[in-house]
């Protein structure tokens, strides 16, 4: 399969518990931010990479995914679906889109949005040689509470106060081989780091790349209703 043609496998089965009372009636892609969902805005981010063929992957309220966007054409892209009964975790929800998959692909979790240039991932990947590779961004956070050292005494040795950690995370985007999903059985709820720990025993060429740029995590009411306003922001008074 060659870059123009690749295909891209987005997770959007999970249930939301963290988004409820949102999400009860409607799956966390289809929250909206401004003026269309959180998928669409994932769509056009894909479809601006040069990626036009797309496999769902649906469970927890799928119809009101399917119906929404059918098979992709009114944006310009080729939708199909891998549906489960039940969610599936990550890496399980993955494994349901196996039979789409005929090469190299992108994966990417539907409850985020991207701003980062992922040609040059795919690029970084085929270089490599990798089995998967891990799109990556820096991330500093301040923990709330003070912590505190003790020797094997209980002996105070040093006071912490709300220190800061930092370091690279996984953003839910993924450049996968096929051979992948090898290490993620069949109709298990499994998360992803599952299947890549699983990997890397076994020696794998598993790669991250430092992405420049940024995403939105849609994980819980807080997150969303900050990224919410932000985005109805853009959109002008509706006067």
Not at 82 to 107: H, V, W, Y
Not at 116 to 139: E, N, S
Request: with cysteine; proline share 4%; charged share 25%.
């Amino acid at each position: 399969m060659t870059k123009q043609n690749l295909k891209a496998v987005i997770l959007a089965g999970g249930l939301g518990t963290r988004l409820h009372p949102y999400t009860l009636f409607m799956p966390k892609p289809m929250l909206p931010l401004g003026d269309k969902p959180v998928l669409e805005h994932l769509i056009s981010w894909l479809y601006n990479n040069g990626i036009k063929e797309m496999v769902i992957c649906v469970s927890y309220l799928r119809r009101m995914i399917e119906d929404y966007f059918r098979d992709g054409k009114e944006l310009g892209v080729k939708i199909a679906y891998a549906r489960t009964n039940t969610p599936m975790g990550t890496a399980g929800q993955l494994k349901s889109a196996e039979k789409f998959i005929d090469g190299t692909f992108l994966c990417v979790y539907g409850d985020s949005i991207y701003d980062f240039d992922v040609k040059d991932m795919i690029d970084f990947h085929y270089k490599k040689k990798a089995l998967a590779t891990i799109a990556l961004l820096p991330y500093k956070t301040t923990l709330k509470y003070g912590f505190i050292d003790i020797d094997k005494n209980e002996l105070v040795k040093k006071w912490r106060e709300k220190p800061s950690i930092e370091g690279l995370i996984n953003i839910g985007c993924y450049v996968m081989e096929p051979e992948f999903l090898n290490y993620v059985p069949k109709d298990t709820r499994l998360g992803m780091n599952f299947a890549f720990e699983k990997a890397i025993e076994k020696k794998e060429k598993i790669y991250g790349y430092n992405a420049k740029g940024n995403f939105i995590d849609i994980g819980d009411k807080r997150g969303y209703i900050g990224v919410y306003k932000k985005f109805l922001g853009k959109l002008g008074d509706i006067l």
